[in-house]
């Protein structure tokens, strides 16, 4: 069984100021794990994902995420927020197995303000 | 390259009236999933198909949902007879490969059952 916690339902941060957003997974397999953002009227698109190679990945527009064994943790992470990073974002947590099925959080909102 | 598309984006129909649902996964793309946000709540697996087969279907709610996917090519989500709970978002992906590989996502087909 796997299963995915987003620890804020919203975050709201100032353009410019670092963004953190948080994850925590339990997965009876060794995951993959994923982020996605999706903006208003748009489709989920992938920020980045980790697939047991570098701890430390580096995903599009800046973001960049550490998978954390110990700590079940996959934090998202930006140093500088954008007014255009205003969006919902999903962390997911997928078997590594042939079926891949995905499990996602509940979304983090995130408001950046001017 | 066009990106998964849905239609339609938005459905209001009655309770107890039937509804399709339809995806066109990226060409090329063997692997397509069903999924649902119901009420802002996690976004949810109905099913998984591989080419015209169904990988997985153990997301899907109840016996009113039925899910084609005639020629391997796009698949359609049919509803009934719709039920109050049924309302939310439905959300099509597709992969080229099965396993922890990036989805991409459509946009997602908004129901609201009245």
């Known amino acids: 069984a796997q299963s995915v916690t987003q620890l804020d339902s919203h975050v709201s941060v100032s353009e410019g100021t670092p963004v953190l957003l948080r994850c925590n997974y339990s997965s009876s397999y060794s995951p993959s794990l994923f982020w996605y953002v999706q903006h208003p009227n748009k489709g989920l698109q992938l920020l980045l994902k980790?697939?047991?190679?570098?701890?430390l990945v580096k995903g599009i527009n800046g973001f960049e995420a550490e998978f954390k064994k110990s700590e079940t943790s996959f934090h998202l992470t930006k140093p500088s927020a954008h007014m255009s990073d205003a969006a919902e974002y999903f962390c997911v947590v997928s078997e590594n197995t042939n079926a891949g099925k995905s499990t996602f959080g509940d979304g983090t909102t995130l408001t950046v303000k001017p | 390259e066009a990106g998964v598309t849905q239609f339609p984006s938005h459905s209001v129909i009655e309770k107890g009236q039937t509804v399709t649902l339809r995806c066109d996964p990226i060409s090329g793309h063997d692997n397509l999933y069903w999924y649902r946000r119901v009420m802002g709540k996690e976004i949810k697996f109905l099913l998984h198909?591989?080419?015209?087969?169904?990988?997985?279907e153990s997301g899907m709610p109840n016996n009113r949902f039925l899910a084609e996917r005639t020629g391997g090519t796009y698949s359609t989500l049919k509803v009934q007879p719709a039920e109050l709970e049924d309302s939310g978002v439905y959300f099509c992906a597709s992969s080229q490969y099965s396993g922890p590989y990036e989805q991409y996502f459509g946009p997602g087909t908004r129901l609201t059952v009245t």
């Open positions: 198909f591989v080419k015209e087969s169904k990988q997985d």
């Open positions: 980790y697939t047991s190679a570098a701890t």
